[in-house]
């Protein structure tokens, strides 16, 4: 959805609250008239209050309007050579942060890397003419290499293309994470930044150029990059000038004809500069390119070479404890002459590798199953490891007691719990045709239906607030009828919650200081227009002049507090959210605390009219704050935190996941089921999702209610 479409929207939402809230006020006004004593005060406070409410809103989409008005036509500043270095230092720690955690937690050094060989690919119809991809020499001709000696082999091709390919668990991604990481860590100021992105996130009917889909997602996933300090539209700028190393993983998770289009749409986006590291299986790589009939240009190929059963027999010898189970001797004597078949076959890739690892050597249980189903069907032994791998990491990792620790939980669940609520998390991203990998916080509130969680949310927000103005005013018809509005407006309002990205607050006045200045100018514009409607009014509380000054300072203030200021402050996230699920969700959790206390502050600026005009104070500051309230949760344009809390009761009353959903996912990542990229959660391996999701499928009841 465009921005020029949101802000549009945005105005004309804003301009028929604010109609809606001078029709309520003007028939305040008309009931006050014909009232006596308390009763008609305090109905002619609540004219006061929605009258100044009427001018917010209206104010609010003058200002949006005036100030789409003035940009519409503006050319935007280019930024500067030192906003560009200064955005590539800037992504480039935080890249380099996201994928060391994720190195660390994963295990991939430790106690080395896999000791899996790579090569240029044997089959000449997938990559391009040898001469074109480097000069003078074949890309990539060893077999074990260090990756250090992957990253100077890269950086040797005349354009820095390369695919990386293989079959399932083969390593593709661990490999396209270290490259990244000694790409890092040896960076050069000219050089471009890595960065990896998931290939399911890629929709080329709304980016059809390759450099517009980076652009956009370097706005999403790091929003740092939009910081005031660094110039406008830092993103697309980098993108534009070759500043970024596109790492897309993962192609071969696409649908065959939108793997085809994805594929297509890369060789078009391809200049002559550009650079590219991209990962697929080779099956589904071959099928693509034999369709499209063309190939990537100057782009190296690269295939593992199946891991022999010596070495794999050597790497788990390293990576066991010095006095092992006995009965390892026997295992891995049996993987090194061949006498367990689908134990070397297993073990011939990473994966299969890291599963023996996690579910027999890491728990330091008898390893006598892998001898005996080691000498069947290597399909029957995956499946094994893969129904052991839960119970085993779970078994080998407790929460821990003290600090967080990377490795251990936070949290006691059993096995049968993370299994369930990883299978129900798998079965809903095999159905999401937006994201098939990518499970985002905030993307819970889009696995129910949200109409029931909508009307239940508006049913108690009519009750509290209905009963309140019962109480306070002894007017039940009246009560009932401000009850039933206000969970209209809930009900209305709360419906963008659930697919609203999350945000976080930005009080830093460095270079914003022109910018809170105009909000303080449209705050005196509102307060004016509020003080004309005042007047015209002509409350009856006082005088007219009386009642447009308090019109006019509730208008006012209540628009720089609740409205200017929260949207001054409203930032997607910051550069420590940019690279943690978790930092994302206190950060929009925080930004929520911030509205609701401004709005509290306008309640009780509203409860001092109150007083002023002889209200007993229950009814004045009550209601105040209950009013200041209702605006705090209603405005600003990042709710993902409220979305997310409306939504997992639902969820778990269903048994699809905890109340503490984030905290299970966390607790899943570092017991390294689950993997962050961003402020992403992904399955570690897509082999282990797909596992899960041929699991009990969901009924098509459960699928409507979850």
Known sequence: MSARYQQNRKTRVSVALGVLLLALATVFLVVAQRLQGGTGITVGTASVVAAAGSAMALGNGLVQFLSWWRKRGAPAPAPTSADIGAAKDILAGLVTQQWRDETVLRSLCDPEPMPLPWRSTEHRELADHPEIIAKGTVAFPGLDVHIADMAHNFRALRCRRLVILGGPGTGKTTLAVQLLLELLRTRQPEEPV?????????????????????????????????????????????????????????????????RVDMLAALIRSMCETDQLILTCRTEQFAESVQEIGDVLTATAVIEPQPMSPAAASDYLRACLPPVPHPAWSRVLDALRTGAAPALSEVTSTSLGLWLVRATYIAPRVNPTPLLELGRGSAAELHDHLCDQLIPALVSARPPADGPAQPFRPQHAWSPEQVGRWLTYLSHQLTRSAEDPRDMAWWHLARYTPTRPVRVWAGIAIGVVVGLAFTLLTGMPLAGAGIGLLSGLVVVIMIGSWFTESPGHADFKLRGRLSELLRVLRDGLIVGALGALIGWLMASPIGAGSVGARNIGLLSGIGFVVVLSLIRWVERPTTAATARSPRSTWRADRNLTVIRIISGLVVGLMAGAIGLQAQLPWSVAIVGGLLLGLLFGLMLGSHHAWLAYKLTVPRLATRGRLPLRAMDFLDDAHRLGLLRAEGP???????????????????????????
Do not use: N
């Open 680 to 706: 992403y959660y992904q399955f570690r391996h897509i082999e282990l999702q797909q596992h899960l999701a041929r699991g009990r499928q969901v009924t098509p009841e459960e699928s409507r209610h979850p």
């Open 194 to 258: 890595p960065v990896l992105l998931s290939a399911a996130r890629w929709d080329d009917r709304a980016h059809p150029r390759l450099q517009d889909w980076l652009a956009a997602s370097l706005a999403m996933d790091y929003p740092a990059l939009r910081a005031e300090g660094l110039g406008p539209d830092i993103p697309e700028t980098l993108v534009a000038r070759g500043e970024v190393l596109p790492v897309v993983d993962g192609l071969d998770e696409l649908p065959g004809r939108a």
